[in-house]
């Protein structure tokens, strides 16, 4: 139990950190609601599971490779972009305000958070950060550990998803559609921001590559 709780800690911690998850969950949580911010973290969640899956078999070790990362530092860039540009452009649509009926499929924000989450940033920091938590506690006489470790790591972050949509559930309700507008307008600025850094990124490995 004690090692289920430390992980839960780590999970938090590894969380807190603001990445592109966060800011398109709180983007859609001011504009739609809890269960549609939540749905962009289900959607990070659901990259993080297969991830760990893929750790479990060893399967990890591919993503690490310059010729597969490189890519996926433009193609993380290029969705960004994409989801940059429908947050600025959109900003004064698709708001809902607290007390009124949700339109948006929570499909498409649950989509949002898949193309957040298989970036090289995500797939990166889980092969170097994770990779090595969770490696180191992976023992062929007591696989079970490796489990716990990983469930407790997630079940940090959903506690962070869950605490962080608490909040914005609670701040929208005090927002007009104006400042929600404007809310969703620096989401798209932020996200834009952090495909620069990816392309800035790939720029880097192919420097060194040379």
């Known amino acids: 139990?004690?090692?289920?709780?430390?992980?839960v800690m780590v999970g938090l911690a590894i969380a807190m950190p603001v990445g592109a998850i966060t800011v398109e969950m709180t983007k859609q949580g001011l504009k739609n609601g809890f269960m549609h911010g939540w749905a962009v973290g289900i959607g990070g969640m659901t990259?993080?599971?297969?991830?760990?899956?893929?750790?479990?078999f060893g399967l990890a070790q591919f993503l690490s490779l310059p010729f597969i990362q490189m890519p996926l530092w433009i193609i993380g860039?290029?969705?960004?972009?994409?989801?940059?540009?429908?947050?600025i452009k959109n900003a004064d649509k698709d708001i809902t305000l607290a007390?009124?009926?949700?339109?948006?499929?929570?499909?498409?924000t649950y989509r949002n958070g898949l193309i957040v989450a298989v970036s090289p940033g995500n797939l990166v920091f889980w092969?170097?950060?994770?990779?090595?938590v969770l490696a180191d506690s992976y023992k062929?006489?007591?696989p079970n550990q490796f489990l716990i470790v990983a469930f407790g790591i997630l079940s940090g972050?959903?506690?962070?998803?869950?605490?962080?949509?608490?909040?914005?559930?609670?701040?929208?309700?005090?927002?007009n559609q104006q400042m929600i507008k404007w809310a969703s307008i620096v989401a798209g600025?932020?996200?834009?921001?952090?495909?620069c850094y990816f392309i800035f990124e790939f720029y880097v490995d192919v420097k060194s590559m040379l």
């Open 1 to 7: 139990m004690s090692l289920y709780v430390a992980y």
């Open 140 to 142: 062929g006489d007591s």
């Open 47 to 56: 990259i993080d599971v297969l991830l760990i899956v893929a750790l479990y």
């Open 99 to 108: 007390g009124e009926k949700v339109e948006k499929s929570l499909f498409t």
């Open 127 to 132: 092969v170097s950060v994770f990779g090595t």
């Open 189 to 195: 600025i932020l996200l834009l921001g952090f495909g």
């Open 77 to 87: 860039a290029v969705f960004l972009f994409m989801l940059a540009y429908d947050s």
């Open 157 to 175: 972050i959903l506690l962070h998803d869950i605490g962080l949509l608490t909040i914005v559930s609670l701040t929208r309700k005090v927002m």
